[in-house]
């Protein structure tokens, strides 16, 4: 929220400056986000006086001014504004200025062959408005040599980020009464402009909704006369990021920021019949004020006459109500909305307001006599009319809470002591009422409040955070104990090897489109959807940690990356029992792109391929302590994958610790990527942990015999894969046998059809002496008899 320092002074008497607001603004929670100074734009613009205009001798439409800035010998200007002339007082900017509009910082220069020693500067160049027509023309009293900052009032601007449960500070008043609180000034009481009230409101109001609406007021204004707004009112929306848009609009738009109160204001000739709070029609239309057409349902609170839609209640006006130029009799509405109902409609109808923002934040139900009297009186005062009588419809929430307070929980709880009359001057400065018996009565308007902890917050942040002494935690005595749990010990270490291996670490949002967290779901697992998301495209918990990567990897690919090696650490979500959010551990890479450059060597840039995801997701679960030698290679690594190059990892044929290889071209499509990709998914979860062992396992000694190598060369059946040949391998002599490892795969000439030929190298490793010749015939005749049982025969 912006807002002025004029503007904040309107309601709060102080002297103290921006930096003292501001770090006071920041004391009590109300952070303080960005200060703007106007004045800081203007430096170097002074208000001067012309003193002559001639025709520029080589110029038909440039004029050469003689201006007097009050310092020195008057200055040569040369000038095109068709208005500028002699005896006018307007703005000067002198060299070394910098105009706001376009940065063009001044100098010295000559313009068709004379000098000019500055500029004569129109409103849209200051960026006061848009006027270009001409140079700005001040007042005949305007002090020459006067800073045109000083002259024109220009004025801070705060900005403010207020949390949700402060509505009550959505207005500058509100702010006022906090920075009142902290002793920075004296809260003004609100000024009141005088009107009467003359003869029964002409229009029936009513709410046919309670529930949604309980609280409806209105009155009518007629003859009144529409325009522009006056300075000092255009001056104060601006500061708070708003566009002036005519006197009655701009009216409402200053009691919603400045009070956080938002009002409407319907023009009473486009209204037909009574005014009428009540649930819209299933399938009912509105033409909203931002031009566009919403349609709505039978769950959202509309504001209407006997004909059609006029108002999204709490959200937006209607077109065909707004007022006009021609505008002479109007219908003033304030309301109050049940503030769950104002969010839902507007996350269906995905339309944000000023208006929707107080309004489902719960603004304060005390002030709607106030803020219509109040806004009448500055409709009256400033565009003449005379009010009606007011009717109220229904009534707001009227039962304040009451919350017993032991002003002892402040050193409990808040770890400050704060003398029992200071916290209950702080209480009663901030609105509460305290009883004798410390029965404090909370205004309606503080919605956030639930019971004593939130006084206590209360009081601490206004007698300053900054005095709550820092107290070390108690400790016991000894050596520290571990703080984090085996699976973070897991991950931190899982983080560590994929760095390692040259990938980088992605921090994805948990939350996906619904169709991309569709494309990734499992068969028989119902997706986590959100009811309040952030976004539509963050609507869906993600079932899969791939679908970010591929987003993040295509983002990669769309600024020119030629390879995209990414790796998260996160959580997959899965709608568990009783409603209940199932989570997940996993591990996902994607690798996109070169995996090497091309080179002198190789020619063409390498891609990445299903080996390489293999080999990534072995490395990292025997960095995890799964047995890896154990682990058995198994299709089924689902329809996101392609089905020829991928694979699972399993511990029997239940047990999936990981699935890699290549995304299939569908899914890539789904993501509109069109190169290949290699991923992971490693399922943490999945890995058994370690057992505890008793004792620490023995030092390493290396073998006093070196290894024996021998390579067999096998025919197996096509289908076989080389990974379980290894395996039966290794099985055969577990003792002597310590590695095997495939160093060539064939088929073609001298191989039969339907066969391969799988070439594998075995090491041995002797114990306590070297093998003999016997020993070596036994253990390759095991290896055959162990491929043998998989169909494999030992190629001649």
């Known amino acids: ?250 009216l409402t738009n200053y009691l919603m920021l400045g009070f956080g109160r938002p009002a409407h204001v319907y023009d009473l000739a486009k209204l037909q019949g009574a005014v009428v709070a009540r649930r819209a029609k299933e399938g009912e239309q509105v033409l909203a004020l931002n031009e566009k057409t919403y349609t709505l349902d039978s769950d959202m609170v509309v504001i209407a006459d006997d004909v059609q839609v006029h108002d999204i209640a709490g959200i937006m006006g209607g077109e065909d109500s707004g007022v006009s130029e021609t505008t002479t009799d109007v219908l003033l509405e304030i309301a109050y909305f049940d503030p769950a109902r104002i969010g839902a409609t507007g996350r269906k109808l995905g339309l944000a307001s000023d208006a929707r923002t107080r309004f489902e934040r719960g603004v304060d139900p005390e002030f709607l006599d106030e803020g219509l009297d109040l806004l009448t009186g500055l409709i009256v005062e400033l565009a003449g009319g005379q009010p009606s009588e007011v009717v109220r419809a229904g009534s707001p929430p009227a039962d304040a809470k009451v919350i017993v307070f032991d002003p002892g929980l402040t050193l409990r709880l808040g770890g400050v002591e704060v003398p029992e009359a200071e916290q209950k001057r702080i209480l009663e400065s901030l609105g509460f009422a305290v009883g004798g018996d410390w029965q404090v009565t909370c205004p309606l308007r503080r919605h956030d409040l639930e019971g004593p902890a939130d006084l206590v917050e209360e009081v601490v942040r206004i007698h300053g955070l900054d005095k709550v002494a820092s107290v070390a935690l108690p400790r016991i005595e000894g050596v520290a104990r571990p703080t984090a749990t085996a699976q973070q010990m897991l991950e931190r270490s899982l983080r560590r090897a994929a760095a390692a291996s040259g990938l980088n670490e992605a921090v994805i949002w948990s939350f996906l489109p619904e169709r991309a967290a569709d494309h990734f779901a499992s068969d028989g697992e119902d997706l986590w959807v959100l009811a309040n998301p952030i976004s539509e495209d963050l609507k869906a918990m993600r079932p899969s940690l791939l679908p970010g990567l591929l987003m993040a990897a295509k983002r990669n690919a769309d600024r020119g990356a030629d390879a995209t090696r990414l790796f998260e650490i996160g959580r997959r979500y899965f709608r568990g029992g009783n409603g209940l959010s199932d989570e997940r551990p996993t591990l996902g890479i994607v690798l996109a792109g070169e995996r090497a450059e091309r080179n002198w060597q190789s020619g063409k840039a390498k891609a990445f391929d299903a080996f390489d995801a293999k080999a990534l997701a072995l490395d990292l679960l025997q960095v995890a302590g799964a047995p890896v030698a154990n682990l058995m290679v198994m299709g089924e690594a689902g329809p996101q994958f392609h089905p020829g190059q991928s694979a699972t990892l399993r511990l029997g044929p239940k047990v999936v610790l990981a699935r890699f290889g290549m995304v299939h071209p569908a899914t890539l499509k789904a993501f509109d990527m069109d190169a290949p990709v290699a991923a992971v998914e490693l399922f943490i979860d999945a890995i058994p942990a370690k057992k505890n062992a008793a004792f620490a396992r023995p030092g390493f000694t290396p073998p006093a015999l070196q290894t024996v190598t021998r390579d067999f060369a096998f025919l197996v059946p096509q289908a076989l894969a080389a990974g379980d040949l290894v395996r039966a391998v290794q099985g055969a002599d577990k003792a002597s046998i310590v590695a095997a490892r495939v160093f060539d795969v064939f088929a073609g000439q001298g191989v039969p059809e339907g066969r391969k030929s799988i070439a594998i190298e075995v090491t041995l490793q002797p114990g306590e002496k070297s093998f003999t010749e016997s020993d070596l015939k036994a253990i390759a005749d095991s290896v055959v008899a162990a491929a043998a049982k998989l169909g494999a025969e030992l190629r001649g």
Not at 110 to 117: D, K, L, T, W, Y
Not at 128 to 134: Q, R, S, V
Not at 144 to 157: I, K, L, M
Not at 241 to 247: A, K
């Open 1 to 250: 929220m912006k807002f002025s320092l004029t503007w904040l002074r309107d309601y709060l008497d102080t002297d103290a400056s921006v930096a003292e607001i501001c770090d006071a603004l920041n004391a009590i929670g109300l952070e303080v986000e960005g200060v703007e100074d106007p004045a800081e734009k203007l430096a170097g613009f002074r208000v001067a006086h012309v003193l002559t205009a001639a025709r520029h001798p080589d110029a038909d439409k440039l004029q050469v001014l003689t201006v007097d800035t009050g310092e020195g010998d008057p200055l040569q200007v040369v000038c095109g504004a068709p208005n500028a002339r002699a005896g006018m007082k307007g703005v000067l900017g002198l060299p070394g200025a910098t105009v706001p509009a376009n940065g063009m910082v001044l100098r010295k220069s000559a313009i068709r062959g004379v000098e000019s020693n500055g500029m004569m500067c129109s409103v849209r160049e200051l960026e006061l408005g848009e006027d270009h027509d001409g140079i700005i023309e001040l007042p005949d009293d305007a002090p020459v040599g006067t800073d045109f900052a000083s002259y024109h009032g220009a004025s801070p601007v705060i900005e403010v980020a207020v949390t949700p449960n402060r509505p009550d500070c959505m207005g500058v008043y509100g702010i006022a009464r906090d920075l009142a609180a902290k002793g920075l000034g004296t809260l003004k009481a609100i000024a009141m402009p005088g009107f009467s009230a003359a003869g029964a409101c002409p229009v029936e109001i009513r709410t046919d909704d309670p529930e949604g609406c309980p609280a409806f007021y209105g009155r009518v204004v007629t003859g009144v006369k529409n325009g522009p707004s006056p300075d000092w009112l255009q001056a104060r929306l601006k500061s708070a990021g708003q566009r002036p848009i005519s006197l009655l609009v701009d």
